[in-house]
C-alpha cells in the first residue's frame, strides 16, 4: 500500500523555522521525483519545491528562495523541507508529491501537514 505522510507542521511565530517530513512507502522511492506544494484558504494550490529522485538538482518558487530547502534521504525514504525566516503569507498546508521518473508518469500524493505563521 502506498502511503505519503507528512509531519512538522505546527504553529510558530514569524521569523521562525519548522521543518516538515514526508515519510513513503510502497513504492520505490528512489525512482520518483519529490516535491512539496502547498494550499492557502481560497487559494490553488502552489509549487513550493522539487528535488530530483537522486537529490542532485532541485528548484523552487521564487516565494521561498533562500528561506526554504528541499533535501531528501533515499535510505530512509523521506524528503524533507526546511523552513526558515518563515511568514504569515506561509500560511498553507503544505503537501508532498511523489511523481515516478520513468514511463507510465505515477503520482501519488500525501495527505498535507498544517503550517501556521502568526504571533
Known amino acids: 500500500q502506498v502511503q505519503l505522510v507528512e509531519s512538522g507542521g505546527g504553529l510558530v511565530q514569524p521569523g521562525g523555522s519548522l521543518r516538515l517530513s514526508c515519510a513513503a512507502s510502497g513504492f520505490t522511492f528512489s525512482t520518483y521525483g519529490m516535491s512539496w506544494y502547498r494550499q492557502a484558504p481560497g487559494k490553488e494550490r502552489e509549487l513550493v519545491a522539487t528535488?530530483?529522485?537522486?537529490?542532485?538538482?532541485?528548484n523552487y518558487a521564487d516565494s521561498v528562495k533562500g528561506r526554504f530547502t528541499i533535501s531528501r534521504d533515499n535510505a530512509k525514504n523521506t524528503v524533507y523541507l526546511q523552513m526558515n525566516s518563515l511568514k504569515p503569507e506561509d500560511t498553507a498546508v503544505y503537501y508532498c508529491?511523489?511523481?515516478?521518473?520513468?514511463?507510465?508518469?505515477?503520482?501519488?500524493w500525501g495527505q498535507g501537514t498544517q503550517v501556521t505563521v502568526s504571533s
Open positions: 508529491k511523489a511523481q515516478r521518473v520513468n514511463w507510465p508518469r505515477i503520482t501519488y
Open positions: 528535488i530530483t529522485a537522486p537529490g542532485t538538482s532541485t
